[in-house]
């Protein structure tokens, strides 16, 4: 008798090695936006990268808004314009810090979310921890290599975005069944960051150099940032564990710091180091030792 062949399995990244691929990713499209600042201007990169990854969702998920409810939309609401602002902010907050610095102050959202949602006295250790690794980066006055003060506080605010985003998503996650929720929660974000782009992009005479390769570029930026990396973590949190999840994301100002030296070629201080491993280190903590049910967000 002879064997039936077997159709071959589609092939499929294990879950820890599609998270670091979704975090370089991330990054990644992050330093190839940078490229595009000199000609665009952040505001316009925002929102050419916004607009693509809203373009992208929407046609890989086709939202039916006529079937979104008067509740969908008070959902959906916060949480689209929270991604938007997040997106515009943390863009400029770029152009006048280096990636791995702006990435670590962002990360202070999502700190700050799992810190208010816990009660456990440890946690505290975490905060201090976290608070120990912005005070190395801060400009203190007479400071060799300060960064630039406006940057920080626009990573800060990026950050601040960051938290009420996973807030937000928790209540789009309970009204929407999938990833439709996601894909017209980033057509609001287009929709808020969009009039930025236009107007201080227009001030940058930015559309003047607007061209095929230059949009081709956003729209790597667009699958790098977040068709990519949402596509891998979506995959990798079918098998594993939230709190592995979250550990992992931890790691992402050291990939940004990777990626700003070998793309950007951004040099950090000793200081700069030890706050990236303060913020990751108390990030993995509030992971490790938080309680043990939760939702983790992913950026987009």
């Known amino acids: 008798m002879t064997a039936t062949p077997r159709s071959a399995a589609p092939f499929r990244l294990p879950p820890v090695p599609s998270l670091l691929l979704a975090a370089v990713s991330i990054q990644g499209g992050a330093a190839l936006a940078k490229t595009l600042f000199p000609a665009f201007g952040p505001p316009a990169v925002a929102s050419l990268r916004v607009l693509l990854a809203a373009v992208i969702l929407a046609l890989i998920w086709r ?52 810190l208010l949602a816990s009660r456990r006295a440890l946690d505290f250790v975490w905060a201090a921890l976290a608070a120990a690794g912005l005070l190395c980066i801060v400009p203190w006055p007479g400071a060799a290599a300060r960064l630039d003060p406006v940057g920080m506080i626009l990573a800060l605010t990026a950050g601040v975005c960051w938290g009420v985003y996973i807030w937000a998503g928790g209540r789009v996650a309970q009204v929407f069944a999938g990833p439709q929720g996601v894909a017209l929660g980033m057509s609001i974000a287009a929709l808020t960051v969009l009039p930025f782009g236009v107007v ?31 596509s891998l973590e979506m995959a990798a949190l079918r098998t594993l564990p939230a709190r592995v999840f979250g550990i992992l994301m931890s790691l992402e100002p050291a990939v940004a710091a990777v990626v700003g030296l070998i793309f950007l070629g951004e040099h950090l201080k000793a200081l700069q180091w030890l706050a990236i491993a303060c913020v990751m280190a108390a990030s993995a903590g509030v992971t490790l030792t938080g309680a043990r049910t939760g939702e983790v967000v992913a950026e987009v």
């Not at 902010?89 to 990636?99: D, G, K, M, V």
């Not at 992009?201 to 990396?229: D, E, F, M, R, Y």
């Open 200 to 230: 201080l992009g227009s001030q940058h005479h930015a559309w003047n150099h607007l061209s095929l390769p230059a949009i081709l570029t956003a729209l790597g930026v667009a699958v790098l940032s977040s068709a990519l990396p949402y």
């Open 63 to 114: 939202p039916q808004l006529a079937q979104v409810s008067r509740a969908g939309w008070r959902a959906l609401l916060p949480y689209g314009v929270a991604l938007g602002i997040m997106n515009l902010t943390y863009y400029l907050s770029l152009e006048r810090i280096p990636l791995a610095l702006a990435v670590t102050l962002e990360f202070v959202g999502p700190l700050g979310v799992a």
